[in-house]
């Protein structure tokens, strides 16, 4: 193909030459004015040339590719740069357990930069460090509470509890009732607000103004926002898109907060733009030489990604790190297990509790059953009962294990999920039909097949195992990630699931999470099966009988099981759960 003109490299800039023609002149003005520049700027009536500048190197040479032109000289290498380290946290922080080394060093970060994007990898702590660094500012006489938290409405339980395991306060979970008395909790101490992104316009929002083209300006917030000194935005990838509601809110909640820390497990570093909008909200553009430069100097070319060395350079500069489990292997122990509670739908948690009375009724009767062949059927019917409550919570949950599944295979992750009912594996393929499965019903083939596919295929990120049929002889090292949607009644099996991932060819710490139903038989079990860990003897044989004890134990708990309602609250037990 002949070619249309030239672009020479000069000391200085580019120079573009051409024979003259009306509809390619229109297209260098086009290109000239898309990456911010004026055309008459340009323009050299001398030389008849247009001279860019080389900062836009990238998007000179994609527009020499795209329309024929030659380019004259050799493309620069792009420049070196020695990446920071991290700094080392010089404080002494209260919390109730001591951070891994790697931790430390982004609490000291978050301290340190005050507005900025924790990017760990899944699993590597950002609620804890975030949570260290609220509390090492006080220590540091900067405080950054009331602090607003603003997660998926999914995490909103595990804030709360994260906020009491890691510094043995109370959060709140903003609701109807309560956000109304905000001053009087900050005056009784509260320090920590949690609420999700649904609901930040009923909230903080006092009204929105009809216009032709929706901005910041158009939204007038309420006094709420006030009230905090600091803002966390968790899963902060959902705020990708400037144009959204939800990311103007974000803005706007934290807007004039000197401390805003943003997180996110989902790498972004390979598309800048995923990232613009995050640094918009915690006004880190002008480290970027403005919005404009940081679109044309950093989003340019086919795959919208320029000069990463440079971007990363900046980033970890001023606002953002990210850390691989593989970078901090050593601090890590080979296995963790994490908790992800899960409030149950509606639908389901109505289905519930009505299943739940039903049980304690019956189990009345069979407690006060004096001859031994009834109370022998009737424990029969007490276990269908107690499967039901599983059953019910396995499916009222699945909402949240979905949204778990979507960053993770967002992230690039691979990862194993167990679940054991056939209701469950029916619709986790429904939704996710190019992952593969190993269950009772599969013949050897199909199970090698999937286990190979999984093993081998870096395009196959997910695979659905039954407890029963998948829960040992087979290796899936593949993946570090392991998910259980349900539970069996022994540590046992539930150890030799886990290690499905953690065996001999597994290159990384392996993190275990279980799904566990807020306020459901899925605490009881988790706690019973946790103790018996502990017992070798019951861990390692005798199954039956912890089975048997797992049973009575739980029979015993709904007999003596007790709720009380105060204000909207329910008190269980021992845990104080909200709506």
Not at 147 to 164: F, T
Not at 227 to 243: L, M, Q, T
Not at 395 to 401: N, P
Not at 517 to 533: A, F, S
Request: charged content about 25%; hydrophobic content about 35%; aromatic content about 10%.
């Amino acid at each position: 193909m002949t070619s249309k003109g030239e672009i020479e490299r000069t000391s200085s800039h580019f120079k573009i030459t051409f024979r003259f023609n009306p509809v390619l002149l229109n297209i260098i003005r086009g290109f000239i004015q898309s990456i911010g520049l004026t055309p008459g700027q340009c323009y050299r009536s001398n030389e008849k040339s247009w001279n860019i500048p080389l900062s836009y190197e990238v998007q000179v040479l994609v527009f020499a590719e795209q329309n024929q032109f030659t380019f004259v000289g050799e493309r620069q290498a792009e420049k070196d740069f020695v990446m920071p380290e991290m700094p080392e946290l010089t404080i002494d922080i209260p919390l109730l357990f001591k951070p891994f080394p790697y931790q430390q060093k982004g609490i000291a970060y978050l301290i340190e930069k005050e507005r900025c994007i924790c990017g760990d990898q899944m699993g590597l702590g950002k609620t804890f460090q975030t949570i260290g660094a609220i509390e090492g500012l006080k220590v540091l006489g900067k405080d950054a509470t009331p602090s607003l938290i603003i997660c998926p409405a999914s995490l909103k339980i595990n804030w709360q509890r994260e906020v009491k395991k890691w510094t043995g306060k109370n959060a709140v979970i903003l609701d109807s009732r309560n956000i109304r008395f905000m001053p009087q909790l900050i005056e009784n101490n509260v320090e920590y607000f949690i609420t999700n992104y649904e609901i930040l316009k009923k909230f903080f929002v006092a009204e929105i103004k009809e216009s032709k083209k929706f901005t910041m300006a158009d939204i007038v917030f309420n006094g709420n926002k006030e009230f905090f000194k600091s803002v966390i935005i968790d899963e902060s990838h959902r705020i990708k898109s400037y144009g959204t509601l939800q990311t103007k809110l974000c803005k706007g909640v934290s807007q004039g907060k000197k401390f805003i820390y943003l997180l996110t497990g989902t790498p972004v570093v390979n598309k800048p733009m995923d990232l613009s909008s995050q640094l918009g909200v915690i006004d880190q553009f002008h480290r970027f030489g403005g919005y404009k430069h940081f679109n044309n100097h950093f989003c340019a070319g086919k795959k919208q990604a320029s000069n990463l060395k440079e971007l990363q350079y900046l980033l970890k500069t001023y606002c953002f790190y990210r850390r691989e489990k593989t970078e901090v292997m050593k601090d890590l122990p080979p296995k963790m297990r994490q908790n992800i509670i899960c409030a149950l739908d509606r639908e389901h948690w109505i289905e519930y509790q009505e299943a739940e009375r039903n049980l304690i009724e019956y189990l009345k009767n069979y407690k006060s059953a004096t001859d031994e062949t009834i109370a022998r059927s009737m424990r029969g019917e007490v276990m269908v009962r107690i499967g039901i409550l599983k059953n019910i919570s396995a499916r009222g949950k699945l909402r949240d294990v979905y949204s778990f599944i979507d960053n993770m295979v967002e992230s690039g992750e691979k990862l194993i999920v167990f679940a054991h009912l056939k209701e469950i594996f029916v619709r986790l393929m429904e939704r996710y039909p190019h992952a593969v499965k190993i269950t009772g019903g599969d013949s050897q083939d199909e199970r090698q097949l999937s286990i190979d596919r999984f093993q081998n295929d870096p395009k196959c990120k997910l695979i659905f195992c039954s407890i029963k049929a998948a829960g040992v002889g087979i290796t899936l090292t593949a993946s570090s990630q392991v998910g259980f949607i349900e539970m069996d009644w022994t540590a046992a099996a539930m150890e030799q699931c886990e290690d499905r991932a953690h065996r001999i060819g597994q290159q990384d710490n392996v993190t275990c999470t279980y799904f566990i139903g807020d306020r459901t038989i899925d605490q009881y079990i988790y706690e019973v099966i946790n103790r018996k860990r502990a017992i070798a003897n019951e861990v390692t044989g005798g199954e039956n009988n912890i089975e048997e004890n797992v049973i009575e134990g739980l029979m015993n708990i709904f007999l003596q099981k007790e709720k009380t309602e105060v204000s909207g609250t329910i008190i269980d037990n021992d845990f104080v759960l909200y709506e």
